[in-house]
Structure formats: structure tokens, C-alpha cells
């Protein structure tokens, strides 16, 4: 019993200390980058002209939603992926039950949503103390970052899961993720990029997420149809990375 309250006791601590951690971390980033930066930037007479009319928080606020969500999912669907599959073998122990290759992918998804969502949320709630961003677009900007990071998250995930070996995983962060997090549109326009890079940034998931959060959080609300294109192209990176996971899951597990 005594066991017990102490994994409880250090269980809530943990909870505490995430909760914190999760809500200190970007009201610091948007006090820095939003107030500091951003005091810098709108002195200069043509930014307001390139960030829409809008000041510098407004437009870096929302894309701090969908950047956090996809570190989130990438971070979720590498390692911890490789080690359900190789280490720990939890994968293995689910196939040893009547689960079959999609109910583990799908479980997977949920992970996913679930981890991107809070994070989202919590960066919702630090938005929301700032009055340049506090609107009710919020609510509508958390799943838009949230399926913006699983559809990043599950190529990773397949491709985590055909690994062997882990060496791959911090050249796809820095290669990868740290590129799309630096040229995903977030911190500035891509029409300010060359061409080449900006094309990149375009066809990026991150790019799509950031465009839905910075037009509903502002309160600019795109056309219906840029909307249903911009959740169709983000679904059909969920799609394919898990029907590309489940493939490769039953090909190792149920072999």
C-alpha cells in the first residue's frame, strides 16, 4: 500500500511538473519571440505590409502551435516507436494477442492526436493571455496543428518501424524536422525564401497546419475550399504513413 501512494504521490509530481513545463515553455518562447523579437520587427515601415497588416506576435503566435504540435509527433514516432518495435517489444506482446496490425497503428493515431492535442492546448493557453491573440479561433486552431503533427508523425512512424537500427533518427531531425521547423512559414513569409526553398515549405505538412492556425486565429477565415484542400493534403500523409506502418508492422510481427 505504501508502494502504492508513493508512485502516486510521484506520479503527480511528474503531472505537475509536464503541466508546467508545457505551459512556461511557450508563454517564454512568445514573450521572446512575440514581445522581443516582434518589437524589433514591427518598428520596420514594411513589415506590416508583409505579415498581412498584423503585428509580429499575431503572426508567429499560430505557427508556434503547429511547429510545437509537429516536434510533438516527431519526437513521439521515432524513438519511442523503434523501441515498442525492438526494445521494450511492446508491439511484440500486442501481436500476441488477438490485435491485429491495424489495431496497433490505430492506437498509435490516437497516441499521436492525443500528444500533439495537449500540447497544442497548452500553447493555446499561454495565446490566450496575450490580447493580439486571444480569440476564439483558437479552438479551431488546435486540431488544425494537431493533424498537421500526425501527419508527420506517421511516415516517421513507418519508417521507424523498417529500422533495424536507430542511427537514422538525428539525421532525420536535423535534415528533416529542423528545416521544416526553421522554413515551415511560421517565423516569416515563404514569399521572403528563393524559390527552391520555398516549394519545399509549400508542400511541407508544417506549412499547411500554420496557414489554418494563423487564418483562424487571426480571424481572417480562409475560403471553405482552400480549408477542405488544406485537411485533405495533411489526411493523405495519415493515410499513407499508416497504411505504410501497418504493412511493415505485419511484415516483422506477423511473419
Known amino acids: 500500500m505504501r508502494v502504492f ?3 502516486l504521490a510521484v506520479y503527480r509530481r511528474v503531472w505537475k511538473a509536464n503541466v508546467l513545463t508545457s505551459l512556461l515553455q511557450p508563454l517564454l518562447y512568445l514573450l521572446a519571440m512575440g514581445l522581443g523579437v516582434g518589437a524589433l520587427v514591427n518598428k520596420n515601415g514594411g513589415s506590416a505590409r508583409l505579415l498581412g497588416g498584423v503585428p509580429y506576435i499575431a503572426f508567429v503566435a499560430p505557427g508556434l502551435l503547429a511547429t510545437t504540435a509537429m516536434m510533438v509527433g516527431a519526437i513521439e514516432s521515432l524513438w ?8 521494450g517489444r511492446q508491439y511484440e506482446a500486442m501481436s500476441a494477442t488477438p490485435l491485429e496490425p491495424a489495431d496497433i497503428v490505430l492506437a498509435h493515431v490516437l497516441w499521436l492526436m492525443f500528444r ?34 500526425v501527419a508527420l508523425g506517421m511516415p516517421l512512424s513507418a ?3 523498417s529500422r533495424e537500427r536507430e542511427m537514422s533518427f538525428p539525421l532525420i531531425q536535423r535534415f528533416i524536422i529542423v528545416p521544416l521547423f526553421l522554413f515551415g512559414g511560421a517565423f516569416f513569409p515563404l514569399s521572403q525564401l528563393p524559390i527552391g526553398i520555398r516549394i519545399i515549405g509549400y508542400i511541407s505538412p508544417l506549412w499547411h497546419g500554420v ?18 484542400g488544406h485537411v485533405t493534403y495533411l489526411t493523405v500523409f495519415v493515410v499513407v504513413g499508416s497504411v505504410y506502418m501497418r ?7 506477423f511473419a
Open 5 to 7: 501512494e508513493w508512485k
Open 80 to 87: 519511442p516507436v523503434h523501441d515498442a518495435m525492438k526494445w
Open 116 to 149: 500533439t492535442g495537449t500540447a497544442a492546448a497548452a500553447v493555446a493557453a499561454a495565446m490566450a493571455l496575450f490580447p493580439d491573440v486571444r480569440s476564439w479561433g483558437l479552438v479551431a486552431a488546435i486540431p488544425a496543428a494537431m493533424l498537421s503533427g
Open 159 to 161: 519508417w521507424a518501424v
Open 211 to 228: 496557414e489554418m492556425c494563423r487564418s483562424w486565429v487571426s480571424g481572417t477565415h480562409m475560403t471553405a475550399l482552400a480549408a477542405v
Open 247 to 253: 504493412r511493415l508492422a505485419k511484415d516483422r510481427l
